[in-house]
């Protein structure tokens, strides 16, 4: 069994063949439909998923009980509540399919079996979890150095199935900003688009 995403998401110089075969074949593949959670709130994450197809998005709730997207998961990437998963504790945070979406799921069990079956995996997760850390740390960073126009226009740059398919307001809380402030952005820069 092989596919693009698995391969994208298991890109590791130090895996050989048999141990990718072994990590492929244990991965079941699984739809989603439009609005679907993947996970709820006040539930524990007992699986991850490789998206194959498709855009999902996690969000919380504020104090005030307003959504907020914290993440927008798009193809080839790893849909994951990691607190939750292997801290097993349940999750503060929802995700949602923007889309239909189509997956490759691992549960977490199989995934304890791989991790001290596969030394290679051990050093794969390690890898990943640094890369993700720093891309949080990045953006947490961002949110305060970057303008709203500039963080909006990183987004179209490195997510742009995001500006297609997300709602408006999905994509305003997840910038920091108003419906209306990000409308006017948008606005701008259709009618500037030197400018920036």
């Known amino acids: 069994m092989s596919s693009k995403s698995l391969e ?3 890109d590791f110089p130090f895996f050989m063949h048999e141990e990718l075969d072994e990590i492929f074949q ?13 996970l709820e709130e006040g539930k524990m994450a007992n699986e991850y ?11 919380v709730n504020d104090f005030n009980g307003n959504e907020v997207t914290t993440h927008f998961f798009t193809e080839n990437e790893i849909i994951i509540e990691v607190l939750s998963l292997f801290q097993r504790i349940p999750s503060q945070e ?6 239909d979406c189509e997956c490759w799921k691992l549960d977490y069990d199989t995934f304890q079996n791989l991790f001290h079956k596969i ?22 960073v961002e949110m305060f150095t970057l303008s709203a126009t500039r963080r ?6 490195e997510k742009c199935q995001v500006i297609q398919y997300a709602p408006l307001k999905q994509i305003a809380t997840y910038l920091g900003v108003t419906d209306t402030s990000l409308s006017r952005i948008r606005k701008e820069l259709v009618s500037h688009p030197k400018k920036n």
């Open 152 to 157: 909006y226009l990183n987004l179209l740059e």
């Open 49 to 59: 998923y490789i998206l194959d197809k498709g855009l999902a998005r996690s969000f």
């Open 94 to 99: 929802n995700i949602i399919c923007i889309t």
């Open 119 to 140: 030394p290679n995996l051990r050093e794969w997760g390690r890898s990943w979890m640094s890369q993700q850390l720093f891309a949080y740390k990045q953006r947490s």
């Open 8 to 10: 994208i998401s298991y």
């Open 26 to 38: 244990a991965h079941e593949k699984i739809s989603f439909q439009k609005g679907d959670f993947i």
